[in-house]
């Protein structure tokens, strides 16, 4: 330290920096609270020469090669949605992180409007946008560029679960691995990637439970198995390790939703897409007195929202509420 005492009795520091000298005398401090000053002062000197907040410059790839790290170890399906980043990266180019800006984004979402669905577009934006919330925690960027950005607006579709009126006509025209691949979704709630990853091994018909893999958030589940399902399972042949398999190729399903398409539409009921059948589950369970909690659970949801937006149902549930008052 360079701390002095005044011939008139006070302190004072006195100290070199970059050739320029430094001299400041205290009067009524002691000797200590002067060397703090001291310091503090070096420290400012310091930090005016030396950009301190500076921070290293990032680059878009940089960004895309955390995001895509992260998903490797924490999603069950990392590369699902590759396409959406790598189509962004030819879009934008591979910008200094802190220059890509709205404009960017739109120019992502012009390209795709008129080929897929608003809702679809706005899924994979929620991708893009994950990049740069994942920089902006790794303090990789300062601010999120794509904050602002307002999704595009998407009309609600029509609440729709299978009733079992409609139940019966879909699974009398179904064969019978369809038909199981159908019971199994209604009567688990199973993601379609779960169903057709379901092995013969995971499957415990003496204790009445299955366990589904490649899950959402990639951890296995277990899931008690209904009388209606353990029947089912039972009736349908073991063609390979894999539960749903194709009589014809002798190979496990790589997806159903096409093969359950045109069983829609040769039963004749209204249009139904395969995931609703998970909102068949969950409208089931409701109106059976489930609480949503527990439907939750069952669905495997991590927000409760989500599972609301799964529940349907045709009873006038508002007025049996009220109605209950006059039982008080």
């Not at 009067?27 to 000197?45: R, T």
């Not at 009388?227 to 496990?252: D, G, H, Q």
């Not at 040769?266 to 409208?283: C, V, W, Y």
Request: charged share 30%.
């Amino acid at each position: 330290m360079s701390v002095f005492k005044h011939e008139k009795g006070y302190y004072g520091y006195n100290f070199m920096h970059k050739g320029k000298r430094y001299c400041r005398t205290f009067k009524g401090l002691g000797k200590e609270e002067v060397a703090q000053l001291e310091i503090v002062h070096k420290s400012e000197l310091i930090k005016n020469g030396y950009d301190i907040t500076q921070k290293k410059s990032y680059f878009l790839s940089d960004l895309i090669k955390d995001h895509k790290e992260y998903t490797l170890a924490h999603y069950a399906r990392p590369d699902e949605f590759d396409y959406v980043v790598d189509t962004f990266y030819k879009l934008t180019g591979d910008k200094n992180a802190n220059d890509i800006t709205v404009s960017d984004f739109e120019k992502y979402i012009n390209t795709r409007l008129g080929f897929v669905k608003n809702s679809s577009i706005n899924r994979e934006m929620d991708v893009i946008k994950r990049i740069f919330s994942l920089a902006l925690q790794n303090k990789k960027i300062s601010t999120n560029p794509c904050a602002d950005l307002e999704k595009l607006r998407i009309e609600n579709p029509p609440e729709r679960f299978l009733t079992k009126e409609e139940e019966a006509k879909l699974l009398a025209v179904c064969n019978p691995m369809m038909k199981a691949i159908i019971i199994t979704a209604i009567h688990t709630g199973m993601r379609q990637n779960e169903l057709i990853s379901l092995k013969w091994g995971d499957v415990f018909f003496d204790k009445g439970y299955l366990i589904a893999l490649n899950t959402k958030n990639n951890k296995r589940r277990k899931i008690t198995m209904t009388k209606t399902l353990k029947l089912e399972l039972k009736s349908i042949p073991k063609l390979s390790e894999y539960v749903f398999t194709s009589p014809a190729t002798k190979t496990r399903y790589t997806e159903v939703k096409k093969s359950f398409a045109r069983a829609v539409e040769r039963s004749g009921i209204d249009h139904i897409s395969f995931h609703k059948l998970r909102h068949t589950t969950a409208s089931r369970l409701y109106e059976l007195g489930v609480d949503i909690k527990t439907i939750q659970k069952i669905l495997d949801h991590a927000d409760i929202k989500t599972t609301m937006g799964y529940i349907h149902s045709t009873k006038d549930y508002i007025s049996e509420a009220i109605n209950k008052l006059d039982e008080y």
